[in-house]
Structures are given as structure tokens and as C-alpha cells.
């Protein structure tokens, strides 16, 4: 009988333990939801405009995030602020005869850099790194001196049902030595399966995805190893030798004229861009984002380093949760996503050097 007794006190004990720990975590949820609409209030209708703008753009760049500011804001609002922070999209096509190399192989040494100060290819694998850094970011700015090696890596397959690469992956397929994720993908809310590309895909001359004759935005490399950024078709895009493009946006430079940046652009997140030198190199472009150490960057810091490391041409490819960056068998930036790398379509992949 005692024993019985004892049993039932202990079953209680536990019972209400379990019940009180539930409570705490449900509490402690409720809390941290009202803390953070809150702090959301605080930012939409506090007293900086600024703020309020950075935020709106930013959260409507992520797949899920823009939630948040739809819970204060009429889509109608959300539409009027980012029409006033915006990067203003050209009709100008890259004018090849503006690069001026002379061969596929393009020959470097220590006099080659275009900023002072760089040790160009110490091990001469034909890439560099180089580390980037700015009040609200960080990132890696890879250079390739020879741009015949960069092409459009892609998946096995393309649809909504089957699954994408990582980027290790798709470098392994292709035995490339480097890379970074590449164009658009079909992803609603950041589920998506990472297998279905959007807009053109062109890989080593073939066209894979688009309509030959609908127009797109369009970044790729010619069969003379040009970056031709700019809107057309895939039928244009043939036309003029293009052998490896994809489609994203908005294109940063042209011509060696930077495009127009309104306001807080499209806010800080992570992002990948692709740009070329005028003697050939090929400019990779990753910074982290939704990070402590690295809230993100903006289109203006995108042109801005482009600009800075010589870039003739650039364009803005997918960023967010997909922005990685490949070399020597690891990713040196890792996805902003729960998991180590997100599957993708398609990938700018370096091929290693002939030997």
C-alpha cells in the first residue's frame, strides 16, 4: 500500500514537471513572437525612414521573410518602397570589342593586378581569393585569369519534382577545381526542390531552358570567352556565340558604366556576382549574409567592389540562401540555409587547367 503511494506521488511529481516545462516553453515562445513584433514595429514606424526602407527591401528579397513586413504593411505600401529603393535596369548589351584580350589564355604575373598591392597567383592554379569587407558584410572575391575555363554547370535534369546539386556536387560532376551558385530557380517560400531553373540556361552551347525567342535577362560567356550581360533572347544570344549563360538580375555594370542605385537599393543580403575584366579575367563574387558577422550587401556594394577590382561587365545572380563559393574541394562560404548547401540548377564552374 505505502509503496503504491509512492508510485502515485512520483507520477505526479513528473506529470506536473512536464506540465510546467510546457508552460515555460510555451511561454517563452509567446514572448520572443511579441519581442520580435515589437521590434518590427519599432523599425516600420519608428523615426528613421531609412531604417524602414532597408528593412522592407531586404525581408522581400528572402524567400519567406517578407512575411514580416507584410504583417504592418499593405502590399500596396511594400510596392511603393520598393519602387523608391531599386537598382534601374538597362536596355544596354555588352559591346564585345571593349575586351581586349587577345587569346583563351590569358597570361598573368605580378604585374597584372589592378589593384595595388596583390600577389597575383602565387600557386599558379590560375585563381585567386581575396577577402572582402565592408561596414554590413563580408565575402570572397575569386578571380579567374582564364575565362575559357568558367562555364554553366547544371544539374541531372531539369523539373519540379527531381532534386538539384549542391555546389560540391555540381563541381564534382563537371571536375572543376571552383565555383559559385549560379541563375533563377523555381523556390516557393524556400521549399523547392533546387531542380528547376528559370529564364534561359545556355551550357557549352546548348540551350537548355527558355523560349528561343522570348527575351531574358541574360549573363553568359561568348565562345571567344566574353561576359555578355544584357536583356535578349536565346536566339540573339546564339547568334553572337553565346556557349554558357543563365538568367537573374539586375545587371550591375555594362560597358564600364555602373547602373543606377536608388535609395537603400534592394537591402543587405547574402549575394553572388559575376564580372569580367577588360584583359579577360572573370570576376566570382559571394558575400554572407544573415549572419552576426555578415548582415549582407546591397546592389551598391555589389558595383562598388566590382568597380573596384576592374570589372568591365557585371551582373547580379542568385543570392540569398543559395550564395556559396567552391575551391580547392570545400566551400570557403558556406549557405546562409539550415543545411550546408542548398541544391541548385545551375552553377558558374571552373574547369581545372589543361595539362
Known sequence: MAKTKINEKFIYKIGRFIRRFFIWIISTAILLVLCLLLLLYLVIFGPSTYVKELFVVSAMESSVGGIMAQIYLSDEEIAAIQEKNKTEETTEITDVSLIHF??????????????????IDPDGDGIDVFDVNGPTYIGKMMVVYDPSRVIVGVCNGFSLETYGLTLPQMCKKYNAVAGVNGGKYDDEAGM????????????????????????????????????????????????????????????????????????????????????????????????????????????????????????????????????????????????????????????????????
Open 192 to 355: 523547392g526542390t533546387g531542380g528547376m531553373p528559370e529564364g534561359v540556361v545556355i551550357s557549352q552551347g546548348q540551350l537548355l531552358m527558355g523560349d528561343m525567342y522570348g527575351v531574358y535577362t541574360t549573363y553568359g560567356f561568348t565562345e571567344d570567352n566574353v561576359l555578355v550581360v544584357g536583356s535578349m533572347s536565346p536566339a540573339y544570344a546564339l547568334s553572337i556565340g553565346v556557349r554558357d549563360a543563365v538568367s537573374f538580375g539586375p545587371t550591375l555594370v555594362v560597358n564600364g558604366t555602373a547602373a543606377n542605385v536608388y535609395g537603400a537599393s534592394s537591402g543587405l543580403n547574402p549575394r553572388t556576382a559575376i564580372g569580367q575584366r577588360a584583359d579577360g579575367a572573370v570576376l566570382l563574387l559571394v558575400i554572407e549574409g544573415r549572419q552576426s558577422y555578415s548582415i549582407g550587401a546591397t546592389y551598391a556594394d555589389l558595383i562598388q567592389i566590382m568597380l573596384d577590382y576592374g570589372a568591365i561587365n557585371a551582373a547580379n545572380l542568385d543570392g540569398g540562401m543559395s550564395s556559396t563559393m567552391y575551391y580547392n574541394d570545400e566551400l570557403i562560404i558556406q549557405s546562409a540555409s539550415m543545411s550546408d548547401s542548398r541544391r541548385i540548377p545551375t552553377g558558374f564552374v571552373v574547369l581545372g587547367l589543361e595539362e
Open 102 to 119: 587577345e587569346s583563351n589564355k590569358v597570361t598573368y604575373d605580378n604585374d597584372d593586378s589592378v589593384i595595388a598591392g596583390m600577389e
